[in-house]
Nanobody, 123 residues
Framework: QVQLVESGGGLVQAGGSLRLSCVASGRPINNIAVAWFRQAPGKEREFVAGISRIFGNTNYGDSVKGRFTISRDIAKSMVTLQMNSLKPEGAAVYYC????????????????WGQGTKVTVSS
């Protein structure tokens, strides 16, 4: 069993930055694939960024490439999402998810979920 706890959401102006953190327990964080998803009101949950099991390869959704960075601190059992140049359409509840597989990009593949952290972007 893996538990995920997110933190770092809040209010930010458009063009600003915010850092989200996800702390995992129950399994070494480099032994699971971890991803961030987001869900805006009335929309489906979408993939934002992921970091692969073992080697830590990263991948991003098209809408955040070049602006968001996902990273991993194995010693802290933490995955961080650095969000720069935030846009109003980036306002959503951001969820950390994990699965015991190499990569994670699909909501349906996610086995573990955090409670979510809300990001509000003012224009």
């Amino acid at each position: 069993q893996v538990q995920l706890v997110e933190s770092g959401g809040g209010l930010v102006q458009a063009g600003g930055s915010l850092r989200l953190s996800c702390v995992a327990s129950g399994r070494p964080i480099n032994n699971i694939a971890v991803a961030w998803f987001r869900q805006a009101p009335g929309k489906e949950r979408e993939f934002v960024a992921g970091i692969s099991r073992i080697f830590g390869n990263t991948n991003y959704g098209d809408s955040v490439k070049g602006r968001f960075t996902i990273s991993r601190d194995i010693a802290k059992s933490m995955v961080t999402l650095q969000m720069n140049s935030l846009k109003p359409e980036g306002a959503a509840v951001y969820y950390c998810a994990a699965a015991p597989q190499i990569n994670l990009r699909q909501v349906s593949d996610s086995q573990y979920w955090g409670q979510g952290t809300k990001v509000t972007v003012s224009s």
